[in-house]
């Protein structure tokens, strides 16, 4: 997990002619996790999520990125500017409907709804590790009633996603590609570390 020389960072983190693969790959790719034998999943692949939860599961205060000190794990290189760039993403699907922003209370992206009289509540976006529930998640919105939407959802099925989060629940899916199978990655534990 920590040698840079070993597989899997050492392909990971690769730099060819092409530039950076993690520059240039933001989920998985046939350079890094994508096989034929897996095709059927590569919508749900994600090397920097599944170096994320390995570890999470060896070592201990790993935080997945609530601390600024997990910033320095490549898998959690560029997360937040991310979860900015795909917030602006659904706010362009949905203009004048969905603004992207700074949720101030916990300084993480979201998008604000447009009502009649004005934004609505903040849909914070998180880290699909992290747990937002209970206590948890009112530590994580700084204190505020917000609702959450993770980048892993955001990224894959964004209207879909906001739906959801809107607790706007329906069945199916119309969003172009998606997994074949249905993930439900929230079935994993939360990062005991998480706040
Ligand atoms: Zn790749």
Do not use: K
């Not at 960072?9 to 034998?37: K, M, N, P």
């Not at 604000?112 to 009112?138: F, N, Y």
């Not at 607790?167 to 990655?185: A, Y």
């Amino acid at each position: 997990m920590d040698d840079f020389h070993a597989w899997p960072l050492v392909d990971l983190l690769s730099v060819s002619e092409e530039g950076a693969h993690a520059a240039r790959c933001q989920t998985s790719c046939y350079r890094c996790i994508q096989r034929f034998g897996n095709r059927r999943y590569h919508g749900l692949l994600d090397w920097r999520l599944g170096i994320a939860y390995l570890r999470a599961m060896v070592m201990p205060g790993y935080t997945c990125g609530l601390s600024q000190y997990d910033g320095r794990f490549p898998e959690m290189a560029g997360w937040r500017e991310h979860a900015t760039a795909l917030a602006e993403t659904a706010a362009r699907m949905r203009p004048g409907a969905l603004i992207a922003s700074i949720h101030a209370p916990s300084g993480l992206p979201c998008l604000l709804e447009q009502g009649r009289s004005g934004p609505g509540s903040a849909i914070v976006v998180v880290h699909p590790l992290w747990s937002t529930q209970g206590d948890a998640g009112l530590a994580l919105a700084g204190g505020e009633d917000v609702r959450f939407i993770d980048t892993f959802e955001l990224e894959r099925r964004p209207l879909r996603a906001l739906e959801m989060a809107r607790g706007v629940g329906r069945q199916g899916n119309d969003e172009g590609p998606t997994p074949s199978n249905t993930c439900r990655h929230h079935d994993t534990p939360a990062l005991p570390g998480a706040r």
